[in-house]
């Protein structure tokens, strides 16, 4: 449940540097990067990467943010020391690139990463956030993995299959209205879907205005008009997490 005693994550979000405030760890056949709150916690988070890596500074600000609000947040390195994607790449090579970095192919790391949180971290429920690719990891771990007891999904969706929409946990989907990689009409039918075939609690939520990435951007990449977007995205993903776990 949430506890008011935890900070603003809008606040947090403005004097929080890009520093690092966790560390890297070594669990089984790959890295991740680890940060603890200041007061013990069982409850954790694993944050997925977007396709630029585990290693991007946004994606561990995110870590950081949510250890800031009281969780021990874990951001794996699912590609396994692969090169991540890069914005100099030639797009036309990306289908390649992807071939052997599939979002829905991370059992092998998912499980072994449950057990480190639970046995050596002493974790007691689980929730996952995850970014573009992170966002399709996320949807596909709530609809496979019961251990996850909640999920906040940015700009990612599975769209093959039709085993899709039976959500195993709480599940928030965010997207950004100007998405060029997901049109509206793919949130539409996912949101229909659920509302259809989806028993456990959901949320899909546009916000007007915004791009793809823009709740996961640096502070010095914003412009000042999506700042009040950026901080009700990352409050709505606190205060889901507050809720489920």
């Not at 449950?114 to 399709?136: P, S, T, Y």
């Amino acid at each position: 449940m949430a506890n008011e005693a935890r900070p603003c994550p809008c606040d947090i979000g403005d004097r929080m540097e890009y520093g690092g405030l966790g560390q890297e760890v070594q669990i089984e056949h790959f890295k991740a990067y680890l940060v603890k709150p200041k007061t013990a916690s069982d409850k954790a988070i694993i944050v997925i990467q977007d396709i630029f890596g585990w290693q991007l500074p946004n994606t561990r600000y995110i870590a950081d943010m949510l250890a800031a609000n009281g969780y021990m947040a874990v951001c794996p390195d699912f590609f396994l020391g692969k090169e991540p994607w890069s914005p100099t790449h030639d797009w036309s090579t990306f289908t390649a690139w992807l071939e052997d970095k599939k979002p829905t192919n991370i059992n092998k790391e998912v499980e072994p990463l449950l057990r480190f949180l639970k046995e050596q971290c002493g974790a007691k429920r689980i929730g996952v956030v995850g970014f573009c690719w992170g966002g399709i990891a996320t949807h596909y771990l709530a609809l496979n993995n019961s251990e996850v007891k909640a999920g906040v999904s940015f700009y990612g969706i599975i769209r093959e299959g039709e085993d899709k929409y039976d959500l195993k946990c709480p599940t928030l989907f965010i997207f950004g209205e100007n998405d060029n990689l997901i049109p509206l009409d793919q949130v539409s039918g996912l949101e229909a879907k659920l509302k259809e075939k989806c028993t456990k609690d959901y949320q899909v939520k546009i916000f007007p205005g915004q791009n793809h990435g823009f709740a996961n951007r640096k502070r010095e990449d914003i412009n000042p008009t999506d700042v009040p977007g950026i901080r009700e995205a990352r409050a709505d993903m606190i205060n889901w997490l507050n809720k489920y776990i």
